[in-house]
T-cell receptor, first 111, second 115 residues
Framework: QKEVEQNSGPLSVPEGAIASLNCTYS??????FFWYRQYSGKSPELIMS????GDKEDGRFTAQLNKASQYVSLLIRDSQPSDSATYLC???????????FGGGTRVLVKP | GAVVSQHPSRVICKSGTSVKIECRSLDFQATTMFWYRQFPKQSLMLMATSNEGSKATYEQGVEKDKFLINHASLTLSTLTVTSAHPEDSSFYIC???????????FGQGTRLTVV
């Protein structure tokens, strides 16, 4: 069974600090990786997508992918209280366009 | 853009009745739509994959006769919860992908409460 694992948290970070979130996945043939942010009571919104090894930066967010070690991470720089949310890692496996989601990491940014 | 609209956002129904939830892609054609259910403090659980013009593919453990999915056009999929019971109360979310892409764009979600 294909699995996506995340630490449930909460990950508590002071305002202005870097939040580091990790995600591991079980299937080596995974091709596409996504980070979604979900505020309480709302649906997920896409933050980042990453498809190849290395880093990808978008504003205060950096996604890192290491296929050999089967992990993908998300860094949030200069964390703001508005970043407090649950962050979901999602993986697309080779067959079809179905996503498998991790359990999510809850992030709390304290002023 | 890639906007997915889900309606209604919130519904309360009596036990034993049916509820229909609509998911529309507003500015793109969605060949595939997905339906998820999310219980409090849990992650998204995929219920079914819906392809335009064909029968939905349900995940293991999801009752296809209880959760009826229709994907009649490239911009509309509906989920009908039949004979709803309190245990069906949950947050139902749809997503859609563009063409053969894998990026999922989510609707706003529907909070279903069965009393």
């Amino acid at each position: 069974q294909k699995e996506v694992e995340q630490n449930s948290g909460p990950l508590s970070v002071p305002e202005g600090a870097i939040a580091s979130l990790n995600c591991t996945y079980s299937d080596r043939v995974s091709q596409s990786f996504f980070w979604y942010r979900q505020y309480s009571g709302k649906s997920p919104e896409l933050i980042m997508s990453i498809y190849s090894n290395g880093d990808k930066e978008d504003g205060r967010f950096t996604a890192q992918l290491n296929k050999a070690s089967q992990y993908v991470s998300l860094l949030i720089r200069d964390s703001q209280p508005s970043d407090s949310a649950t962050y979901l890692c999602a993986v697309n496996y080779a067959a079809g366009n179905k996503l498998t989601f991790g359990g999510g990491t809850r992030v709390l940014v304290k002023p | 853009g890639a906007v997915v609209s889900q309606h209604p956002s919130r519904v309360i129904c009596k036990s034993g009745t049916s509820v229909k939830i609509e998911c529309r892609s507003l500015d793109f054609q969605a060949t595939t739509m997905f339906w998820y259910r999310q219980f409090p403090k849990q992650s998204l659980m995929l219920m079914a994959t819906s392809n335009e013009g064909s029968k939905a593919t349900y995940e293991q453990g999801v009752e296809k006769d209880k959760f009826l999915i229709n994907h009649a056009s490239l911009t509309l999929s509906t989920l009908t919860v039949t004979s709803a019971h309190p245990e069906d109360s949950s947050f139902y979310i749809c997503s859609a992908t563009k063409g053969t892409g894998v990026v999922a764009f989510f609707g706003q979600g529907t909070r279903l409460t069965v009393v």
